[in-house]
């Protein structure tokens, strides 16, 4: 794993070399199906962020690791948003206005404020979650209206082999979000494409088998 790790900054300082990039790159460990005893691993290799697509896992490796800051990245259920709410960090995966409803409510019972990226199937895929692009901004508008919640900026899960228009066309709605609410991350790129998706814009990519190699899901 580390060796894994160390292959992954080199690549990414690589790209930042070559087109110029300045701004700081977020490499989020997706530990979907990871035990937490190899997750308490990843600090000493340089990274502290780890995402989790379901909330039962999440809540399973919540208290068996320390010095990991959790995010939610996978497709959230509203009746589950209560076990989470307090306990990650960023939620990548806000994608409709009953979600951002629930999440200001749970948020705003505890007392906090959640951040949330809005995620855009810039694909159009069936099988993926995400807002349609015709409607992202709307969308954002209403996340930046709730009280409970806190627009940080978008998110996609890009179809394999995207045209590079589909990571400019994500680049395009991070700086909407920038320039209108003050939400800077876009998060996008996985193992597969995530040197693309830095050279496009990104500035949070979240990563599974590159670090922890392939993995059998159930």
Known sequence: MQREISEIFRRIALIKEKYGIDRKITVIAATKTVEAEKIALLPQYG????GENRVQELLDKYDKVKGIEWHFIGALQTNKVKYIVDKVKLIHSLDRES???EIDRQAGKRGIVSDVLVEINIGREASKSGVLPERAEELM?????????RLRGVMSVFPVNAPDEAYESLAAFGKTAEKNYGAEIISAGMSGDYEKAVRFGANMVRLGSAIFGKRIYV
């Open 47 to 50: 990274i502290t962020v780890a």
């Open 99 to 101: 979600l951002a409803d």
């Open 141 to 149: 508008a209403y996340v930046a209206n709730k009280t409970h919640v």
